[in-house]
């Protein structure tokens, strides 16, 4: 049985949190983890230089959907919660000469689909529809609220 992307994430997201956990029994912990999806094929942050590329090239012209699962818990309290986010990505069509120009101005491996909307990420998103800050990394307006529940308010 496969995952579905909002699945992988959301294991990802625990998995983090409760190692962290264990480090940190005290604290409040958030954990989050992205992945990028096109036709149902999950990409992760790319291996090397040439699978970025090869990533930044399925993606080019294209649409395709970003996950976030978030997962927040007070290990003293044994209180937890966890949401997702999914926003779509519309990439504008990359030449080759395009992806190596903008792979000099990014580290695409420590990136989920080798890319990054910040900084540079207007060089190749055309359209984002749905959470910016998703496609950063961390869906900040459900991550605000959560954290409230945990009445940790950021200044």
Known sequence: MDLTLRELTALNAIRKAMAAARLRPKNIVLAADTLVAIDDHVLGKPKDRNEAVSMLERLSGRAHEVCTSVFICDPASAKSTSFHEISRVRFHRLTRDKIDTYLTHVDPLDKAGAYAAQGFGSEI???IDGCYTNVVGLPMEKTIAALAEFA????
Do not use: A, F
């Open 125 to 127: 998103i055309e359209k």
């Open 152 to 155: 940790v308010v950021p200044k």
